[in-house]
C-alpha cells in the first residue's frame, strides 16, 4: 500500500507549507493574508522586507478595521498615547510578533506606507514599537489595523501601565557608587602603603575626600537599603536588608566618627566597595528580567471591545460595559466575552480556552454560549445573560489559588536566617561590648561598631541573585525562560511532575494524517472537497493535509452525525467515514482515528489521524521515573493506549479533566505533602499551573503565547524538563556553598573585630574579598554544572 | 604639597566630567536599547525611487 506524497509549497511570506497555493508575480503564497501582507508590501515599495530574511513574514489573520474602532474613543486614545496634540502623537505598543530583523526594518519603515505616520522606532528586546504620527492624519484604530495587517497586532491592555518600568534610577546609582568606590580606593593608597604619617595636612585632605565622596554614596545609592530596612523595622519584621542596613550604617557612622576626630582614616573603601557590589547584584537581577514580559494576565485573552447593537446600529462596546440583554455580534475566531444566548440557528464553539477539550461544540439557537468560547464560522448574535464580572470564566479565575500571591519560599528561607543572624549578630555585639566594657571602657564603642560592621551579611545577599541569575541565563539559553529566581528554589524541591496532554505531551495543532491506500489526483482532490463541507474536526484535518486546490462541486452532500459524510462528485459517489459507514471490516488503529474512504460504495482505503508526539518524550518521563506522578488531559481517552507506551505503567493516565479537575488534583497532591510541577499548555490549564508549586507552559513560539505561569519552554526542549530540575537541585548545593563561604569569611571578620583588632587594611581587604569570591564561585560553578549536565 | 592639592583637583574634575557625561547619556536614552541599533545597521538605505513599476521590477528578479 502506499502513502499518498504531494511535493509541498513554501510560503514566500511566512514559509510555512501551503494547502493551496495563491500564485502572485511567480511567488507561492499559503494563504489569503500572506498575498495581502506581500501585496501591501508590493505596493509600498518595500520588498526589501523579503531580502534581510527567508520567509520572516507572520501570517496575517483577516482583521476588520471595525474591530479597532473603539480605540478613537477619547478615553481609551488617553489611555494609550503617552503624548497626544492635534497633529502630533506618540504610542508606544507591545508587539509580540516582532521575530527578526525583517520586521524591525518593515517596522522602521512604516511612514513609506502611511504620510500620517511620522516616524517609527523599535526595541527588538522589548518588543515594543514606538510610533510618532499626526493624529490629524491617521487615527489609531487605522494605525492599528496598518500593524494587524502586515501581520504585527499589537497587544492592548489598558489595565496594565503600558510604560515599562526603566532600570535607569539603578544605573545611575551604579554609576555613582562606582565612581566613588574608585576614587575613594584611591584616595586610601597612601594608607594602604603606609605612609599615615608622612604628610597629616595630605592625610587629612584626602580623608575629608573620601568622607564627601561616601556621603554621596551613603546618600543616594544606598539609601534603599535604609528605606527598605527601616520600612520592614515599623512592620515589625526583619529582612534581609535591614542586617545590611545595620553593616552600612555601623560603618559609614564609624568611619566620619573616625574622620572628623582625627582618629583614623576610617573604612570607606569598604563601604563604597560594598555598596557598589550590592548594586551589581541587583542591576544583574534586573538584566535577567528584561527580556522577559511576563504580566499578561488571562484578560488578555479576552478582547476589549466588542460590536454591540444600539439603535439599530452596531458600535463597538467595551466589555466591561455590557449589560444583560444587550445584543453583542461574535465574528469569526473571535473569544466570547461574556456568558449569553445564542440568537442564531446553530454555531460551532471552540472551549479548548476553558475546558481542555479540543473538538468545537455544537451550539443551538436559544442555548447557553460561555465566555472563552471561540467562535468558528459564520458570526453570529448574542443576547449578554450577564455582565462579565460574573461569568464562567472569570469565576473560575476567581478562585483562591489565584488571588493568594505565591509567596518566594527562598526568599523566605533567606529572610529567616537573616533574623536568626541578625539576632546571634546582636548577641555577639552585646557580648563584645560587655567584654570591653570593664576591661578598656574607652575602646568599647569602636569594638561594637567593628563588629556590626564586619558582621553584614552583603556575600549572603549577594550569593542568592548571583547563583541564580547565573542559572536563569543559562536556562534562557537552553529556551527555558523563568519568571524570576524564585522558580529554581521551587523547582528544586519538586517531587511530583504532572503533565497536560494536547499541546504538551503532544503537538496540540498538527496531528499526523497520511493515506493508506491509492486515489488518483483527481480523486484525492474530490475527497477534500467532500471533507471541507464538512466542520467535523476529523474532516477538517483531513482537508488540511490535502494540498492541492479543491474546485469540485459537491451535489447531494450529507452528513450523518456520528457515522460520516457523503456526496456525488463528478459522476462518483463518495463516502468518508466510519468504517461501518462505508461498509469496510472494522478495524481498531490504537493510535488513533481511521476514517475510511469509498468511492461508488468500493473501499479503497483509509485514512490514519494520529497525534503526534513531541521527540524523546518517552525517555524524559523514564529519567524522571517516579516524580512523574499524572497525565491530566481535557480530551476525550482516543489515543490512551499510546499514552500508556509512554507514560509506562507508573504515572495515572486521567482523561475527560475539567480545569477544574485538573486544579483539584493538583491540590490534592499538595495536601499530601508533594511539591509539584505542572507542565502544561496555557489557559485551559493555568488553574492548575497557577495551583502548582511550579507551572511552565510548553509552547512553540516564545514569545506569542505567553500566559500566567512560572516559566516558559521552549517545545522542542521538553525532553531536557528532567536535567533542568537536577540543574535547579544543583544551583541549591552551590548556594549553600556559596552562603558557607560567606558565613568563614564573616566569622574570621567577626574574630579581628572582637579582639579588637580589626584595621581599616583589614576591613579593606577581607570584606570585597569575600563579595568577590561568593559572585565568582557561584557564577563560575554554575556555568561548569550547566555545561556537564546539558551536555551529557 | 600644595601641587598634590590640585592636582588632586583636576583629577577629580576630569572625573566628574566624565560622570556626568555618563548620567546624561543615560538620561538621554542611549542605553535604553542596546540590541536594535546592531540590528538597524544592517539595513541599505537605498535612494528611493519614484516610480513604481521599475523598482517593483528590479526586486521581483
Known sequence: MATAQVVQTECFHCGQACEEVHWVNDKAFCCYGCQTVYEILAANNLCEYYQLENHPGISSRQVDEGIFAYLDKADIRQKLLTFDSKTFSKVTF?????????????????????????????????????????????????????????????????????????????????????FCFGNVMLFSFPEYLGLNHSDPYLIRTFSILNFGLASLTFFYSGFGYLRSAGKSFSQKQINI?????????????????????TTGPGYLDSFTGLVFFLLIGRWFQSKTYETLAFDRDFKSYFPLAVQRLAYDQWVPTLIYDLKPNDSIQIRNMEIVPTDGTLINEEAFFDYSFVTGESRPALVKQGEKVYAGGRLIGQPVKLVVEKPTSQSHLTSLWNNPVFGKVN?????????????????????????????????????????????????????????????????????????????????????????AVVFDKTGTVTHGDKPNVAFVGHLTEKEMRAVKSLAGASTHPLSCLIAHSIKSISI????????????????????????????????????????????????????????????????NIKEMI????????????????????????????????????????KLDYIYNLQQNGKTVLMVGDGLNDSGALKQADVGITVTDNAG???????????????????????LAKASTSILKIAFV???????????FAITGNLTPLTAAI??????????GFSSIAVNIVAKRKLKS | MIFVVFLISVSMSIALVFLLAFYLSLKNGQYDDTHTPSIRMLFDNKPVKKEKSDSQISHLK
Open chain 1, 407 to 495: 509567596a518566594s519560599k527562598y526568599k523566605k528561607i533567606i529572610d529567616q536566617s537573616a533574623r536568626v543572624f541578625t539576632w546571634i549578630v546582636l548577641g555577639i555585639a552585646l557580648l563584645t561590648a560587655i567584654y570591653w566594657q570593664f576591661t578598656q571602657p574607652a575602646q568599647m564603642w569602636l569594638v561594637l561598631t567593628s563588629v556590626l560592621m564586619v558582621a553584614c551579611p552583603c556575600a549572603l545577599a549577594l550569593a542568592a541573585p548571583f547563583t541564580y541569575g547565573s542559572m536563569m541565563r543559562v536556562f534562557g539559553r537552553a529556551h527555558f525562560y523563568l519568571k524570576n529566581a524564585d522558580v529554581i528554589e521551587r523547582l528544586a524541591a519538586v517531587d
Open chain 1, 552 to 615: 469540485d462541486a459537491i451535489s447531494r452532500f450529507k452528513e450523518i452525525p456520528g457515522k460520516g459524510i457523503q456526496g456525488v462528485i463528478g459522476d462518483h459517489f463518495f463516502q468518508l467515514g466510519a468504517a461501518e459507514f462505508v461498509g469496510a471490516p472494522r478495524v481498531i488503529d490504537a493510535e488513533g482515528s481511521m476514517v475510511f474512504v469509498a468511492i461508488d460504495n468500493d473501499v479503497v482505503g483509509y485514512f490514519q489521524v494520529r497525534t503526534v508526539v513531541r521527540k
Open chain 1, 741 to 751: 563561604i560567606s558565613f568563614l569569611y564573616n566569622a574570621i571578620a567577626l574574630g
Open chain 1, 766 to 775: 577581607l570584606m570585597p574579598m569575600s563579595s568577590i569570591s561568593v559572585v
Open chain 1, 94 to 178: 507591545q508587539v509580540p510578533g516582532i521575530h527578526c530583523v525583517s520586521c524591525v526594518w518593515l517596522l522602521e519603515n512604516l511612514q513609506q506606507m502611511n504620510r500620517g505616520i511620522l516616524r517609527s522606532e523599535v526595541n527588538f528586546t522589548r518588543k515594543s514599537i514606538t510610533i510618532d504620527f499626526d493624529p490629524s492624519a491617521v487615527a489609531l484604530s487605522k494605525l492599528v489595523a496598518l500593524l494587524s495587517s502586515l501581520g504585527y497586532t499589537p497587544q492592548i491592555t489598558l489595565n496594565t501601565e503600558s510604560n515599562i518600568v526603566q532600570p535607569d534610577a539603578l544605573v545611575s546609582k551604579l554609576a555613582i557608587a562606582g
Open chain 1, 704 to 726: 506569542i503565547f505567553t500566559p500566567a505561569c512560572d516559566g516558559i519552554l521552549d517545545g522542542t526542549q521538553l525532553d531536557a524538563l528532567d536535567r533542568f530540575i537536577r
Open chain 1, 241 to 261: 536588608d535591614v542586617p545590611i542596613a545595620a553593616g552600612l550604617l555601623a560603618l559609614f557612622l564609624r568611619s566620619s566618627y573616625d574622620i572628623v576626630t
Open chain 1, 622 to 661: 523514564s529519567r524522571l521515573g517516579k516524580a512523574c506522578d499524572a497525565l491530566l488531559s481535557g480530551d476525550v481517552p482516543s489515543d490512551a493506549d499510546l499514552m500508556k507506551k509512554i507514560f509506562g505503567t507508573h504515572p495515572i493516565l486521567m482523561f475527560n479533566q475539567t480545569p477544574h479537575d
